[in-house]
Every structure is written in C-alpha cells, then in structure tokens.
C-alpha cells in the first residue's frame, strides 16, 4: 500500500517515537471536544475523518508505521465518542 514501510517488514520504530506520535495525536485533533457532554450528536463520522487526517499529517512531520497510525487513531477517535456520554443540547444546563 503506497510503499510506506510496516512493522512486519522489521520497521518497528523504538518507543520515544510511539510516545511522541501518540502524545501529538492527543492534543492536535482535540478529543476532548469529541467527549463533551453538550455536543449535538453522539457520534460525528466527520470529527473521526478529521482525526484520521490529522494523523496522516503528523505521520509527515513524525514519521510512525502508516496505515497502522491512522487505523489506530480512527478506531480511538470512534470509540471514545461511542463510550462517552451525550445529553442532548436542549436537556443541558448552562
């Protein structure tokens, strides 16, 4: 697939480079506005397009295993929004 190295082909990177793509990955798409409490649906196929973007992005600045980082960081970004709470925005108090 488009040539990017796997890990099974023995490019498994050490851990610093997990530790940062990963830590990146938290802050730049902002998970934590997938998880509100008032957002206005409970699941958004778009934030999850976002996400998966942001980790291609990345992956150009900080390299890390491709497709292996954006499955990973579709999969989170799906079920942190599935496992979160919702309430609707009409039901919320401000």
Known sequence: M????RITDGANPPIHVYV???AFLFLLPRWWRQTEYTRGTRM???CVMVSVFTAWLLHIFWWFPQP???NC?????LSTQLASPGCRPANAVH
Request: glycine share 16%; net charge neutral.
């Open 2 to 5: 488009l040539g990017w190295p």
């Open 20 to 22: 940062a793509f990963f």
């Open 44 to 46: 958004s196929l778009w």
């Open 68 to 70: 292996i980082g954006m």
């Open 73 to 77: 960081c579709g999969v989170i970004a």
